[in-house]
């Protein structure tokens, strides 16, 4: 009988919920510890975060807020559902990771002027256009972006929310990785304006692997300038457009997928001067490449290669993987 209840307890405390979370903050603090190992975020003595600091845990706005906009290393976890109106300044060498579960409602990241920025895992929705968009990069170098989950609303106003991942003012080596972009107008756009050459030629490099767009209206996503290699890549559902290559941008896209999709899938629109794109194991699903050839090829990339998983087996593979999945 003493034994039974001992197995009880034991089975009980491994059940329940505060053993549970605490087993999502340890494998989350594990995991947080990486640094970029994909894309151009590698470049420029490569994207570590906030691995050389301490790790702490924020529950609320006012602690994420204060946790990201302080100096120095600094990993972040985020536990819980968050919900507020704000925009976080987040501040050099930091990591910000979500726990199994975690979200942010009407909050989205600042990343301006700064370096080596990791967000990952993060469920990100509905941040309001005052606030900016769910993730802003500006002016920045060395940020990745990893198994987020970004969304807003198509039943609100198209100018009611921003971007999903917006990278402007010649921000640099960065990477967005098995990211899910969803129910949105907007979703991501490289370069803000056509009047910013003189900032933006030569940088905005970027690199989209493992990353799945459904149901989002435009901007999947919009490139000026840039240079951006598209790899990986599964887009359904798209409503009005896809990959839009504008101002002298060269886009390479590889082992990637396009279906029940507008026609646009990818093409030039809506500036003075186009951009060029280079389709390398792209099944358009019925949609349509008119965008001008590039000269952006897989041999003249920086970084190490990155494995191809074949356009017939993108849709079947990565709505599987991208998102907040860690």
Not at 236 to 259: E, K, P, T, Y
Request: charged share 20%.
């Amino acid at each position: 009988m003493k034994y039974s209840t001992l197995a009880w307890l034991a089975a009980f405390a491994a059940a329940s919920p505060h053993n549970s979370l605490d087993t999502r903050n340890q494998v989350a603090r594990q995991q947080a510890s990486d640094a970029c190992s994909i894309g151009y975020c590698t470049q420029n003595g490569g994207t570590t975060g906030g691995a050389a600091g301490e790790t702490v845990t924020v529950t609320d706005v006012d602690s994420l807020t204060q946790a990201a906009e302080q100096e120095g290393p600094l990993t972040i976890i985020v536990s819980g559902a968050i919900s507020g109106s704000a925009k976080v300044r987040v501040a050099a060498n930091k990591t910000i990771f979500g726990e199994a579960g975690s979200s942010l409602t009407g909050v989205g990241f600042y990343i301006r002027r700064t370096s080596n920025v990791i967000v990952r895992n993060m469920k990100i929705s509905k941040v309001d256009a005052d606030n900016g968009d769910a993730i802003g990069i500006d002016g920045s170098s060395n940020v990745w972006v990893d198994h987020c989950d970004l969304s807003g609303d198509l039943g609100s106003g198209k100018d009611d929310y921003d971007g999903l991942v917006d990278i402007s003012h010649a921000s640099e080596w960065i990477t967005i990785s098995n990211t899910y972009f969803h129910d949105h107008w907007k979703a991501s756009l490289i370069g803000h304006s056509d009047s910013n050459a003189e900032e933006d030629e030569g940088t905005l490099h970027v690199t989209y692997a493992s990353n799945h767009f459904h149901m989002t209206y435009s901007r999947a996503p919009l490139v000026r300038f840039g240079t951006v290699h598209i790899v990986n890549t599964f887009w359904d559902s798209l409503i009005a457009s896809g990959v839009n290559c504008r101002m002298g941008a060269q886009v390479l896209i590889q082992s990637s997928a396009f279906r029940n999709s507008s026609e646009d899938a990818v093409f030039f629109a809506d500036s003075k001067e186009t951009g060029y794109a280079v389709l390398d194991d792209v099944d358009l699903g019925g949609s349509k490449n008119s965008a001008p050839e590039g000269t952006l090829t897989a041999t003249s990339l920086p970084y190490d290669p990155i494995e191809a998983l074949g356009s017939a087996d993108v849709a079947s593979s990565i709505p599987d993987t991208a998102g907040q999945k860690l």
